[in-house]
């Protein structure tokens, strides 16, 4: 019985954490785990990011959903 390492962000940059939260979970299902409108209202990554960058209440509830993550 192997242990899992806890994940880490060293090294993983906020759209890597994003695009596997969004394989993960899904733009839908994100959205409501991180009721945020640019999760809700026509979601990219590219409008997340945008946000997420000057948003640190946000970018914090991400990278702890990140954190949490299985696998």
């Avoid at 060293?10 to 299902?29: A, F, H, R, S």
């Amino acid at each position: 019985m192997s242990a899992q390492a806890p994940r880490s962000l060293n090294g993983i940059t906020l759209e890597k954490i994003l695009e596997q939260l969004v394989n993960y979970y899904g733009w839908d299902q994100l959205g409501q785990m991180i009721d945020i409108n640019c999760f809700t209202s026509d979601p990219s990554i590219k409008s997340s990011l945008k946000f997420l960058r000057k948003t640190p209440w946000a970018r914090a509830k991400v990278e702890e959903l990140y954190l949490g993550m299985p696998g």
